[in-house]
Nanobody
Framework: QVQLVDSGGGLVQTGGSLRLSCVAS????????MDWYRQAPGKQREFVAT???????NYADSVKGRFTISRDNAKKEVYLQMNSLKPEDTAIYYC????????????WGQGTQVTVSS
């Protein structure tokens, strides 16, 4: 079964950095796109970053230039390096994969809380 385990969140001051990690299992990691989403209190879950198996990445405009998504296919891990953090980055961050056979579906990590103090 698919399992995504998120970690690395915490409390940081404005301008600080955090690195999130997601360990994946139960599917062919290297051939699947992996994403990070986030959900702030009272708001809908929103896209943050995505990375293909080959390493091509794309980002939400709100995090471009500050966040970097990466992956280690051998370890089946995906990362989100977050720099120059702002209070508006405060949210629960979720690892995500859209996978399945014959029917694909969304799988989510349990989430990791990121809090940026002003």
């Amino acid at each position: 079964q698919v399992q995504l385990v998120d970690s690395g969140g915490g409390l940081v001051q404005t301008g600080g950095s955090l690195r999130l990690s997601c360990v994946a299992s139960g599917f062919t990691f290297s051939s699947n796109v992996m994403d990070w989403y986030r959900q702030a209190p009272g708001k809908q879950r929103e896209f943050v970053a995505t990375i293909t198996g080959g390493g091509w990445a794309n980002y939400a405009d709100s995090v471009k230039g500050r966040f970097t998504i990466s992956r280690d296919n051998a370890k089946k891990e995906v990362y989100l390096q977050m720099n120059s953090l702002k209070p508006e980055d405060t949210a629960i961050y979720y690892c995500h994969v859209f996978w399945g056979f014959p029917t694909r579906r969304d799988y989510w990590g349990q989430g990791t809380q990121v809090t940026v103090s002003s």
